[in-house]
């Protein structure tokens, strides 16, 4: 909308004012949306907890790879506009959201565990534990978790658990795209050392052409042999 507005002022298609106006109205939106999202958040601060973390992941549901976790912590007082559930955001903004996130929060950690792991626990265990180290890397202890839908029973820091919360925390969609592009990116050149699977497109779901290339070329030692057994 806003690159709308540029290009017909610039063309003279409309007015300065209603330029002007159109892009308030699209300012005014966002502010309203992300209000929406930090309700959560907001009620933290009014309980008195200064650092509070999202946490969220990225590959529960792949044929190879790590799950990866991220816990971020952000500045109440800084807005960073277009943060949103990861899974509704292009490539492109999720690359972009990610610079924005870690050189305006408070602190960003991450948590990779791979499938070894996975295999070894199962997948909602190292989900858990790639969470934990998350958590363990911020530089800036939280005082509050919000987490999407789990709850850390190894962390003893005050936790809420949000259904859905990637759509209604600003703190776990920033996490959600943390953990996304990181993990995105480990696929990306996986890509590079086994280019005939494709990775760099399905990133390691179970796809079609994932599957098949499984079936013709078999498993590589990134594949989780506990949801591969059956192909």
Same mark, same amino acid.
């Given at each position: 909308?806003?690159?709308?507005?540029?290009?017909?002022?610039?063309?003279? #298609?409309?007015?300065?004012?209603?330029?002007? /106006?159109?892009?308030? #109205?699209?300012?005014?939106?966002?502010?309203?949306?992300?209000?929406?999202?930090?309700?959560?958040?907001?009620?933290?601060?009014?309980?008195?907890?200064?650092?509070?973390?999202?946490?969220?992941?990225?590959?529960? !549901?792949?044929?190879?790879?790590?799950?990866?976790?991220?816990?971020?912590?952000?500045?109440?007082?800084?807005?960073?506009?277009?943060?949103?559930?990861?899974?509704?955001?292009?490539?492109?903004?999720?690359?972009?959201?990610?610079?924005?996130?870690?050189?305006?929060?408070? @602190?960003?950690?991450?948590?990779?565990?791979?499938?070894?792991?996975?295999?070894?626990?199962?997948?909602?265990?190292? =989900?858990?534990?790639?969470?934990?180290?998350?958590?363990? &890397?911020?530089?800036? &202890?939280?005082?509050?978790?919000?987490?999407? /839908?789990?709850?850390?029973?190894?962390? =003893?820091?005050?936790?809420?658990?949000?259904?859905?919360?990637?759509?209604?925390?600003? @703190?776990?969609?920033?996490?959600?795209?943390?953990?996304?592009?990181?993990?995105?990116?480990?696929?990306?050149?996986?890509?590079?050392?086994?280019?005939?699977?494709? $990775? !760099? *497109?399905?990133?390691?779901?179970? =796809?079609?052409?994932?599957?098949?290339?499984?079936?013709?070329?078999?498993?590589?030692?990134?594949?989780?042999?506990? $949801? =591969? *057994?059956?192909?």
């Amino acid at each position: 909308m806003a690159g709308l507005v540029k290009l017909l002022w610039k063309n003279r #298609k409309i007015s300065s004012s209603v330029a002007m /106006a159109v892009r308030i #109205k699209y300012d005014e939106k966002e502010k309203s949306r992300l209000k929406q999202m930090m309700i959560y958040e907001a009620k933290c601060l009014q309980n008195g907890y200064r650092y509070i973390a999202g946490i969220d992941e990225a590959g529960r !549901g792949p044929l190879a790879g790590p799950v990866v976790a991220a816990a971020v912590i952000l500045d109440p007082n800084v807005i960073i506009p277009g943060i949103n559930d990861s899974k509704k955001l292009s490539e492109a903004r999720r690359e972009y959201l990610y610079d924005e996130i870690f050189n305006k929060a408070v @602190s960003v950690g991450i948590g990779i565990v791979d499938e070894r792991i996975i295999d070894e626990l199962n997948i909602k265990q190292a =989900t858990f534990m790639a969470m934990e180290i998350a958590v363990n &890397k911020l530089s800036v &202890k939280p005082d509050c978790l919000l987490i999407d /839908a789990e709850k850390l029973i190894n962390i =003893t820091i005050p936790q809420i658990s949000i259904i859905k919360g990637d759509s209604l925390s600003v @703190s776990i969609a920033a996490a959600s795209i943390i953990a996304k592009v990181t993990r995105d990116r480990i696929l990306k050149e996986y890509d590079k050392k086994y280019p005939e699977y494709g $990775f !760099g *497109k399905h990133k390691g779901y179970g =796809t079609k052409q994932h599957i098949e290339a499984i079936k013709s070329l078999g498993l590589l030692p990134i594949h989780r042999r506990s $949801f =591969t *057994k059956n192909i």
